[in-house]
């Protein structure tokens, strides 16, 4: 199947910093990334859309202005946490989708975000 | 609202028996479904999909059957192995490359 890389796996940063997730699909061209959030025990929660060249598109109740997406070619999305606070603590992880069949999304391993 | 449903937390089946992970949905716009697997700490790995247009799709050990009239679909594993052990998302979605929606998965355990 496809490949999706997320760098990096783990980051721990300070409260009140930045600090940036990269994805990129390896060995097909993504025209379409997303972005999930998963808590502890829940399932994957859909933060945003990105389609490659435009504005990413972003669930209910997340903030585009905290969570800057850019999709700047077919291969890579990423991810910013601006300001990081404690409660952003998280695992994110994306997935990229193109014209492989059916749309099936390749998901990456994720990210595990700590901030302190 | 939840649209899609996988009402069972957790399942634990003998190795080498069938596994059978259940999953409701909601939405009748849903047009194709798949199956990921989970390991805590990575990224979900896709296993298998079926188009609403069927009603089972077969690949290796793993079988899914969809039965659009009850939104109900379901994933086989047979022969269970040990690795198969984790946790397995179902997940629907509109026509097009459009997000997945996922249930909150089941936790499948194999036991030697």
């Known amino acids: 199947g496809a490949v999706v890389s997320q760098h990096p796996s783990r980051v721990i940063c300070k409260s009140g910093t930045s600090v940036k997730i990269e994805c990129r699909s390896l060995?097909?061209?993504?025209?379409?990334m997303f972005w999930y959030r998963q808590f502890p025990k829940k399932s994957l929660m859909l933060m945003a859309t990105s389609n490659e060249g435009s504005k990413a598109t972003y669930e209910q109740g997340v903030e585009k202005d905290k969570f800057l997406i850019n999709h700047a070619s077919l291969t890579l999305s990423t991810l910013t946490v601006t300001s990081a606070h404690p409660e952003d603590s998280s695992f994110y992880i994306c997935s990229a989708s193109g014209q492989v069949p059916s749309y099936e999304q390749y998901f990456g391993p994720g990210t595990r975000l700590t901030v302190t | 609202d939840q649209q899609v449903k996988q009402n069972s937390p957790s399942l634990s089946v003998q190795e080498g028996r069938i596994s059978i992970l259940n999953c409701d949905y909601t939405n009748s716009m849903f047009d194709y479904f798949l199956w990921y697997k989970k390991y805590p700490a990575e990224g979900p790995t896709f296993l298998i999909s079926?188009?609403?247009?069927?009603d089972k799709n077969e690949d290796g050990r793993f079988t899914v059957f969809l039965n659009k009239s009850a939104k109900h679909l379901s994933l086989h594993i047979v022969p269970s192995q040990p690795g198969d052990s984790a946790v397995y998302f179902c997940?629907?979605?509109?026509?097009?490359?459009?997000?997945?929606?996922f249930g909150k998965g089941t936790r499948l355990s194999v036991i030697a």
């Open positions: 060995d097909f061209q993504a025209t379409t």
């Open positions: 079926i188009s609403s247009i069927k």
């Open positions: 997940a629907g979605r509109g026509s097009g490359n459009t997000p997945l929606v």
